[in-house]
């Protein structure tokens, strides 16, 4: 729908423009905090990655070698107690709500005797048990990773819409108001122009008439 071209929607006008900018610069400066924060955590999953990948192929290099020893193992695994001391909090980055695994750090304590087990199972116990804490540690990350993605594709979204469609679409709003309204001063100053020239010659004429009068 046309805007009337009024001062008051001219004025309305540049307001709106002053804080579809300001959001804009908002949205741009939050786009790059929230990427730099997201750069910091792809580079340490892959790091936590590559430690994952290391225990794991030694979690099971010492498995195989109590399996070997000892016999299928499974039996000695169902001593290992559920681990139920995770927990989720949350912390916000720039209006991003981050979830954070929170766990309860207990010493490492042997779930099985050692009558019928050797260090070959004690190693790999202690090896998947790090891990489980280097998998929790880099789900947290990931799922930071998701969550910021997401919000550095809807911030950009939203900067790409004000900086594309919204500014230019005021800019000529007020482009169009501006150009009517000089249009209007300048056809009022021709008038005033015209009204003053014929005020002025009705002015002289008059005079002219009295002068011819007293004479």
């Known amino acids: ?12 006008a540049k307001r709106s423009r002053e804080l579809a900018l300001t959001g804009f610069e ?13 750069m910091g955590l792809i580079d340490e999953a892959a790091e936590i990655q590559s ?13 195989q070698l109590a399996n070997i020893s000892l016999g299928k193992c499974d039996k000695i695994a169902e001593a290992v107690r559920i681990d139920d001391t995770l927990s989720l909090r949350h912390r916000s980055v720039m209006g991003v709500d ?17 009558v019928d087990t050797n260090s ?17 540690r880099l789900a947290e990350v990931e799922n930071a990773i998701y969550r910021l993605a997401y919000s550095i594709r809807k911030t950009q979204k939203r900067a790409n819409a004000l900086s594309n469609i919204v500014i230019p679409g005021l800019n000529e709003t007020i482009k169009g108001i501006t150009d009517v309204l000089e249009e209007k001063e300048r056809e009022e100053f021709v008038r ?7 005020n002025q010659r009705k002015e002289q004429k008059a005079a002219e008439t009295m002068k011819s009068k007293n004479e």
């Open 98 to 114: 981050i979830a954070s695994v929170a766990y309860e750090e207990e010493p490492l304590r042997l779930a099985y005797g050692f």
């Open 51 to 63: 430690q994952i990948d290391q225990v794991f192929s030694e979690a099971y290099a010492a498995l």
């Open 26 to 38: 908002l949205m741009d400066r939050k786009r790059n905090i929230l990427i730099r924060e997201i």
């Open 192 to 198: 005033l122009k015209v009204i003053k020239a014929q």
């Open 1 to 12: 729908m046309a805007v009337l071209p009024t001062k008051g929607n001219l004025l309305a």
């Open 120 to 136: 070959a199972l004690d190693d790999a116990y202690i090896k998947f048990n790090r891990a489980k804490q280097l998998i929790r």
